[in-house]
T-cell receptor, first 109, second 116 residues
Framework: GQNIDQPTEMTATEGAIVQINCTYQTSGFNGLFWYQQHAGEAPTFLSY??LDGLEEKGRFSSFLSRSKGYSYLLLKELQMKDSASYLCAVGDSNYQLIWGAGTKLIIKP | GAVVSQHPSRVICKSGTSVKIECRSLDFQATTMFWYRQFPKQSLMLMAT?????????EQGVEKDKFLINHASLTLSTLTVTSAHPEDSSFYIC????????????FGPGTRLLVL
């Protein structure tokens, strides 16, 4: 079957660094996506990885290891506005996105 | 970046009425659009995949006669909730896939539906 796993909730401190992990098992692989979703709002696209390695975009970086079925989203210099749910999604062989349940990130002052 | 609009953003209706929600890709052509539903504090749930010029593909458990989807052009898909009931109250979100941007899905802002 197809499965995306990520932690349900994480807590971090303002100014710190946090890493949100995602492991997956899917039929086919056409990229791994990270989205951010604030409460009551629609998801917004953060990053895309299709090759192994690290993609850096400002304070956010995303890493992929296809052989391990593993990705992480790294958030640096955390700000209060980063409090949100972070969704991991994998494109399967039909380019359909298989969604993780999301990780709720709580930032404390 | 790619922009997807959704209208209306919020709607309140009486039980038994029908509600139409529009989803538009503003700066790219989307051969495929998706409709999701999300209940409070729950995950996104894919309802259907909408392909331009053909019938939508519905996920298991989603009634195609209740949730009518039309994808008449490369920039517009509509979802009509027919004979709405209070249990249909939810946050409906569309996304459009940009084939030129590594198949990334971009989301509309969502429509909050409340059926009284």
């Amino acid at each position: 079957g197809q499965n995306i796993d990520q932690p349900t909730e994480m807590t971090a401190t303002e100014g710190a660094i946090v890493q949100i992990n995602c492991t997956y098992q899917t039929s086919g692989f056409n990229g791994l996506f990270w989205y951010q979703q604030h409460a009551g709002e629609a998801p917004t696209f953060l990053s895309y990885n299709v090759l192994d390695g690290l993609e850096e975009k400002g304070r956010f970086s995303s890493f992929l290891s296809r052989s391990k079925g593993y990705s992480y989203l790294l958030l640096k210099e955390l700000q209060m506005k980063d409090s949100a749910s972070y969704l991991c999604a994998v494109g399967d062989s039909n380019y359909q996105l298989i969604w993780g349940a999301g990780t709720k990130l709580i930032i404390k002052p | 970046g790619a922009v997807v609009s959704q209208h209306p953003s919020r709607v309140i209706c009486k039980s038994g009425t029908s509600v139409k929600i529009e989803c538009r890709s503003l700066d790219f052509q989307a051969t495929t659009m998706f409709w999701y539903r999300q209940f409070p504090k729950q995950s996104l749930m894919l309802m259907a995949t909408s392909n331009e010029g053909s019938k939508a593909t519905y996920e298991q458990g989603v009634e195609k006669d209740k949730f009518l989807i039309n994808h008449a052009s490369l920039t517009l898909s509509t979802l009509t909730v027919t004979s709405a009931h209070p249990e249909d109250s939810s946050f409906y979100i569309c996304s459009a896939r940009d084939g030129g941007a590594r198949e990334t899905q971009y989301f509309g802002p969502g429509t909050r539906l409340l059926v009284l």
